[in-house]
């Protein structure tokens, strides 16, 4: 699939004068819909593959047309960088982490748990909801939201 192998990276040429004029006219600038893929080096992708198709139900991507991709459930998506020095994502050689919605968090955490699946339930609730932290089998961390 195309995802799977980008392209090389062109850089664009310059905006033309048409996006400034284009701007002015009031019209509203084209933006994202979603976020259409998540893509991450790993030192046994088939196996961690499989680990997040199996704890976390996320169905591997296609490899023939009668595959189906995975769908996510319409919900809030939070896009944040973080400081290079930050400690949120534990380990500081882990430059990203993940944060999945769940509906209910409980119910992931002891199922996860019951397959022996180390999960930090944390007990705090926020005003954006309930969440619990994690790491798949190659150290990456995840975090789990209850959104409220």
């Keep these: 699939m195309a995802a799977q192998n ?10 033309a004068k048409a996006t400034a004029e284009h701007e002015l006219a009031g019209a509203e ?24 198709q199996e704890h976390l139900g996320i169905a591997l991507t296609p490899t023939s047309q009668n595959d189906t991709v995975w769908e996510q459930e319409a919900g809030p998506t939070v896009f944040a960088p973080f400081g290079e020095k930050s400690g949120y994502f534990g380990d500081m050689q882990k430059v990203w982490m ?51």
């Excluded at 930090?120 to 609730?125: A, G, S």
């Design 29 to 52: 600038k084209e933006k994202v819909t979603g976020i259409g893929g998540l893509f991450f080096r790993a030192h046994d992708p088939k196996a961690l593959g499989h680990w997040y």
């Design 98 to 148: 993940v944060n999945f919605r769940v509906r209910d968090l409980d119910k992931m955490a002891a199922q996860l748990q019951g397959a022996g699946i180390a999960v930090k339930v944390d007990p705090q609730l926020y005003p954006n909801g309930r969440f619990a932290r994690l790491n798949d089998p190659e150290g990456n961390p995840i975090e789990l939201w209850q959104p409220k």
């Design 6 to 15: 980008p392209a090389p990276s062109v850089s664009p040429a310059p905006p």
